[in-house]
């Protein structure tokens, strides 16, 4: 039995056995060598809290999970990425291979993302957050990097947009008591999942504002009924998460709120030329209004995807 199971069986559950092993799967060289004891002293629980998860899992022991780990870790040395180095002080090891494997594991999880995608949905979210009086972006941890990116393509766009974690209680409560059903909220949410943004989803939607979750599986507590979710593969042997395909969605999301915005999109750049040419940002005029993706000379390619009809 591997560690997969861990993945496979997270659901169904308890959310106690869900915390251990969002901790054991982002520690995985740790885990392999860890014991009974310290296991339930880094997760805070109970032995026999650990060995219970060990029988929901399927393992007949600690040993035997520990062992799957070592498993995994050996598993991950043999596709040729070394999680340590050498020797103290060396940097880590570059076998033969490695580049083209750790590229290849990107490239996977970029393409499954992109064929996921659905034309129609990107178009409608894109819509949606162009009418929006506000749009909020809720990111824990690693996830912050996104939300914040994110929130500063939509506010070139002019569409006001704020960043906010979750964990942050005053913030949440005082966004939580001002939105309404013109605003937007947009979750990213990634294992090892922040549970209480189910509470932050589920409010958001009675208060009838539209929501976006882009998150690795439909299991994410951020999903929420009569939302659009977009799912993207995450999971790397070397972090828990990558980011590469979460990005990929919001340039491709960005890309559609320019196409859909037209001359208006053309008025933005324009203005913010003329802007940072008053104030000394730049020595050369202000380009010219032309039609995007045709640059002065002859016409080129669409800069943005075709809108479907």
């Not at 054991?24 to 805070?44: C, R, W």
């Not at 629980?45 to 070592?70: D, I, K």
Request: aromatic share 10%; proline share 7%; charged share 20%.
């Amino acid at each position: 039995m591997e560690i997969q199971v861990m993945r496979d069986k997270y659901p169904s559950l308890t959310k106690n056995q869900r915390h251990i092993v969002e901790y054991m799967l982002s520690h995985v060289l740790d885990m392999s060598y860890m014991s009974l004891k310290e296991a339930a002293a880094h997760t805070g629980v109970s032995e026999v809290s650990v060995l219970n998860l060990c029988a929901a899992l399927g393992f007949g022991s600690y040993t035997a999970l520990r062992e799957a780990f070592r498993r995994e870790v050996a598993r991950i040395y043999t596709r040729g990425l070394h999680l340590l180095p050498d020797q103290p002080g060396d940097g880590p090891a570059v076998p033969q291979g490695q580049a083209e494997y750790l590229c290849g594991l990107q490239l996977d999880n970029w393409l499954a993302c992109m064929e996921a995608l659905d034309p129609e949905v990107l178009y409608t979210c894109a819509r949606s957050l162009l009418r929006a009086c506000n749009v909020f972006i809720f990111g824990h941890d690693a996830s912050r990097i996104p939300a914040e990116y994110l929130a500063h393509r939509l506010n070139f766009f002019q569409i006001r947009s704020i960043a906010i974690k979750p964990g942050d209680v005053d913030e949440v409560r005082s966004l939580l008591a001002s939105v309404s059903s013109g605003d937007h909220v947009v979750f990213f949410s990634f294992l090892p999942y922040y549970t209480p943004v189910a509470k932050i989803a589920g409010f958001v939607r009675m208060q009838g504002a539209s929501v976006i979750t882009i998150t690795d599986s439909m299991d994410s507590p951020a999903v929420v009924k009569g939302g659009h979710t977009f799912l993207c593969r995450t999971h790397l042997p070397y972090n828990f998460n990558g980011l590469s395909a979460p990005m990929a969605i919001i340039e491709v999301l960005v890309c559609c709120i320019a196409r859909e915005m037209g001359k208006k999109m053309e008025d933005i750049i324009h203005d913010i030329y003329q802007v940072e040419q008053y104030i000394g940002g730049y020595d050369e005029p202000a380009p010219s209004r032309q039609k995007p993706g045709h640059p002065e000379g002859g016409p080129g390619q669409p800069a943005f995807p075709i809108r479907p009809q």
